[in-house]
């Protein structure tokens, strides 16, 4: 099973965007979200139905439907600007399963 | 603070041998179920391996089954991956990464703590 995303995407500073993550793993287990910025680890900021870890900011949420996951940052910030990954527990051989992951711009 | 550091990652000829070690801090690292993702240069995530808090259960993505072997010292704090017969393809940033638990339960595919990985560079 794989996890689907766009490769890059972009959002003009203070909007909002939206960040997918298709697979057919989806259907059974929520996407988690990693924000990684460059030469760093990547960081958890969203996990379950919309769980937010201490200290991410409440401008970050998730939501599922069907076989696709998204990430939403509401009212994006320069500091957003980072490579976002999905992923989910995978009912293949495999135990877990990243999506490509997205590089979002802030312009 | 929970902290985990990697260490043990080192320039390799292809066909060597390898072990990290993640040294954990800060939680009781007997409780977790942890594992190791990998990042090829400029690529994204991978899926390594997985191991239960026991040490019981162990998970292999296929690209390195009967290659790599994971294991821990819950005495010692510490995760290790013995990486064998490495490839050009296993060039990566290794790093260990903690599930997350809560009080009943512990989560797979849900990745709360990182360490700052350790660079792996399988090259003649």
């Known amino acids: 099973s794989e996890l689907t995303q766009d490769p890059t995407m972009s959002v003009a500073l203070g909007q909002t965007v939206r960040i997918t993550c298709q697979g057919d793993?989806?259907?059974?287990?929520?996407a988690s979200w990693y924000q990684q910025k460059p030469g760093q680890a990547p960081v958890l900021v969203i996990y379950?139905?919309?769980n937010r870890p201490s200290g991410i900011p409440d401008r970050f949420s998730g939501s599922k439907s069907g076989n696709t996951a998204s990430l939403t940052i509401t009212g994006a910030q320069a500091e957003d600007e980072a490579d976002y990954y999905c992923?989910?527990?995978?009912?293949?051989?495999?135990?877990?399963?990243f999506g490509g992951g997205t590089r979002l711009t802030v312009l | 603070e929970v902290q985990l550091v990697e260490s043990g990652g080192h320039l390799v000829q292809p066909g060597g041998s390898l072990r990290l070690s993640c040294a954990a801090s800060?939680?009781?690292?007997?409780?977790?179920?942890m594992n190791w993702v990998r990042q090829a240069p400029g690529k994204g995530l991978e899926w390594v391996s997985y191991?239960?808090?026991?040490?019981?259960?162990?998970y292999y993505a296929d690209s390195v089954k009967g290659r790599f072997t994971i294991s821990r010292d819950n005495a010692k704090n510490s995760l290790y991956l013995q990486m064998n017969s490495l490839r050009a393809e296993d060039t990566a940033v290794y790093y260990c990464?903690?599930?997350?638990?809560?009080?009943?339960?512990?989560?797979?595919?849900?990745?709360?703590?990182w360490g700052q990985g350790t660079l792996v560079t399988v090259s003649s």
């Open positions: 800060g939680f009781t690292f007997s409780s977790y179920e």
């Open positions: 191991i239960r808090s026991s040490g019981g259960t162990i």
């Open positions: 379950g139905k919309n």
């Open positions: 992923d989910s527990r995978d009912r293949s051989a495999k135990y877990v399963v």
């Open positions: 990464a903690r599930e997350y638990c809560n009080s009943t339960s512990c989560y797979g595919g849900i990745f709360d703590y």
């Open positions: 793993s989806l259907r059974t287990y929520y």
